[in-house]
């Protein structure tokens, strides 16, 4: 029988990356029964030590995630593949990351559904949006994605229209955190005295802490269904980002290059007042300013 009131059967894909592996703490200490899908033993070993359930199975096969769904009431989907810093100027290289976000979240809002699971929390990307300038951006706004943005939203529509359940999908920032490659990478470049950021320095740049991320996929199952945005309170611009990163390392200011075009560059001051309101998550920390003297303590 599933279970009501704060015990649902949560199963979780991309349960073993970044993001997942948190997710899965938050909503265990929430009081779920959470499952998590990973293929490798070690991941499944992690998993158990974590207390959750583990589970193998092909993300793109859908009678293994039938199998795996069974009896699920909330499907959460957190798989990504994201390349490494310097591969990522290579379109080739988001090629995994982009049969994640197409071929296997329709097999997995497929599953779920046959599975008769009631909500799929889908992940996707707050850069989706068009050029905002100074201008706050909610969830109504226009999304045109672009560049490796476009298969997140391929993806978003996947959960809306091939789940038949309630859909929640959450628009992240760019995760920072310790283990987060694009922080270490941003860390590196500042020791350098150098920016990676590639827009200009006034675009407003959205993040998220890890940990604020993950309690916000816990926060996805209290709120109506719908798409949220997921990030710092106050959007910073690169040029406070640059600021906090060079006085985390140690260095005067950080060397700027040529802004260059894409959905990256944009400016994206996202307003995340949505699912403060609807599911009383709030990030503990402004992760622009605040993550890298975290980090790099």
Not at 87 to 96: I, V, Y
Not at 203 to 231: E, Q, S
Not at 263 to 281: C, I, K, T, Y
């Amino acid at each position: 029988m599933r279970r009501q009131h704060g015990m649902d059967e949560i199963v979780v894909t991309g349960s073993t990356g970044v993001i997942g592996r948190r997710a899965v703490r938050e909503l265990l200490q929430a009081g779920h029964r959470v499952t998590g899908v990973a293929r490798s033993a070690p991941g499944r070993a992690r998993l158990a030590a974590d207390g959750a359930h583990a589970v193998e199975a092909d993300v793109l096969d859908e009678a293994s995630l039938r199998r795996a769904f069974a009896g699920a009431d909330t499907v959460v989907n957190l798989l990504t593949h994201i390349p490494s810093t310097d591969r990522m100027p290579d379109p080739s290289a988001w090629a995994e990351n982009d049969r994640l976000r197409t071929a296997a979240s329709a097999a997995i809002a497929r599953a779920a559904r046959d599975a008769g699971a009631r909500r799929l929390v889908q992940e996707s990307i707050a850069f989706v949006y068009a050029e905002g300038g100074d201008a706050w951006l909610d969830e109504d706004a226009p999304a045109v994605g672009g560049g490796v943005t476009t298969t997140a939203l391929t993806a978003e529509r996947n959960a809306r229209e091939l789940f038949d359940g309630d859909t929640v999908v959450l628009r992240f920032g760019l995760f920072l955190g310790p283990d987060s490659e694009s922080a270490l990478a941003a860390l590196e470049a500042a020791r350098g005295g150098a920016s990676v950021a590639v827009g200009p320095p006034g675009a407003f740049r959205p993040m998220i802490w890890l940990d604020d991320a993950a309690a916000a996929v816990a926060a996805a199952l209290r709120v109506p269904a719908g798409t949220y945005n997921v990030a710092d309170t106050d959007p910073a611009t690169n040029a406070e980002i640059d600021a906090a990163l060079a006085a985390a390392v140690g260095v005067g200011s950080l060397r700027t290059g040529t802004p260059q075009p894409g959905p990256l560059a944009r400016s994206q001051r996202v307003s995340s007042r949505r699912l403060r309101e609807a599911g009383g998550w709030a990030p503990r920390m402004r992760a622009a300013t605040q993550a890298w003297t975290r980090i790099v303590g």
